[in-house]
């Protein structure tokens, strides 16, 4: 099978909720010489945002949502060890905290994002989903991290970001932290507004933007 035909299964199968396919596609795509990131980007991302396009229209329901997200949760797993560059030794840049932000439990693109920062060099504290706002500023303060990433993938927790951000202000750590905000209801006009330091749209934009905040060729 040839590499634009395997990609073309991979969306499938999340499209159609299938892991274990997915993860026997996922493995046969990387035998075949296929990048991780392009396994992610062209075959399991494209997947995942079809499940969203079918859920919007009502043609899926939850459970389908759940059988997607799953999928694509498990052709990540045998694609992140590539992704986060396992066994090489590369040099720490800085610290960044990341999260998804309060009332929000979607992980798969932050996941994402932290192996790709990882992968060049950052040390990344994962905070995980759902995180409240004191979380965020508590753990920036505590590790003096110089980034901070919040995700957000819902327009109703999209304020969040902005209420972090307002936080750190009030604990007086907002001018020694850089505030990355991503999510697909994020664009650089609304960080902009809430005085974020950057925007990214994808997990590899995220890893410029930071390098070039952190004045990193
Ligand atoms: Co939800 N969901 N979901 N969901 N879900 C969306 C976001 C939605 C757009 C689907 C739709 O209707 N088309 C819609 C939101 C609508 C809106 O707000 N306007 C929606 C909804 C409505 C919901 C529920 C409310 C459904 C319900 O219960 N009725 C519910 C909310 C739960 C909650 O959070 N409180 C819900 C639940 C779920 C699941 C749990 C089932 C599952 C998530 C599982 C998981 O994450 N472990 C899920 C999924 C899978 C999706 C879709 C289909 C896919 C999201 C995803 O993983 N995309 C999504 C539709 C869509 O986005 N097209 C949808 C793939 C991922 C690689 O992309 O996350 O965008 P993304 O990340 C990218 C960039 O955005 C960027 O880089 C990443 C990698 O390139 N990025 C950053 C992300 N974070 C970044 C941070 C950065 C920088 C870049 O710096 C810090």
Redesign the pocket.
């Known amino acids: 099978m040839d590499t634009e035909a395997l990609l073309a299964e991979i969306r499938a199968a999340v499209l159609d909720g299938e892991p274990s396919l997915v993860k026997s596609l996922t493995e046969k795509a990387l035998e075949a010489g296929l990048p991780a990131l392009t396994i992610?980007?062209e075959g399991?991302?494209e997947g995942?945002?079809r499940?969203?396009?079918e859920?919007?229209k009502g043609a899926y329901f939850?459970p389908d949502?759940?059988r997607?997200?799953q999928s694509?949760?498990i052709g990540l797993e045998v694609l992140q060890p590539l992704l986060a560059g396992a066994g090489e030794e590369r040099p720490t840049h800085a610290r960044i905290v990341?999260g998804?932000v309060h009332?929000?439990?979607?992980?798969?693109?932050?996941n994402?994002?932290a192996a790709m920062l990882k992968a060049s060099g950052f040390a990344v504290d994962d905070l995980g989903?759902?995180v409240p706002v004191e979380v965020f500023v508590d753990k920036v303060r505590d590790t003096e991290a110089a980034f901070l990433?919040?995700?957000?993938?819902?327009?109703?927790?999209v304020h969040q970001q902005e209420a972090v951000i307002k936080a750190l202000e009030a604990a007086g750590l907002r001018s020694k932290v850089k505030v990355?905000?991503?999510?697909?209801?994020?664009d650089q006009d609304w960080a902009d507004r809430v005085g974020a330091d950057g925007?990214?749209?994808?997990?590899?934009?995220?890893v410029e933007v930071a390098r070039e905040l952190a004045g990193i060729r």
Request: hydrophobic share 50%; glycine share 12%.
């Open positions: 992610v980007s399991l991302t995942i945002r499940v969203g396009e859920f919007q939850l949502l759940v997607g997200a694509m949760e990341l998804t009332g929000d439990l979607h992980s798969i693109g932050k994402i994002v989903v759902n990433g919040l995700s957000a993938l819902l327009t109703t927790t990355l905000l991503g999510g697909a209801p994020i925007f990214a749209p994808d997990a590899a934009r995220a």
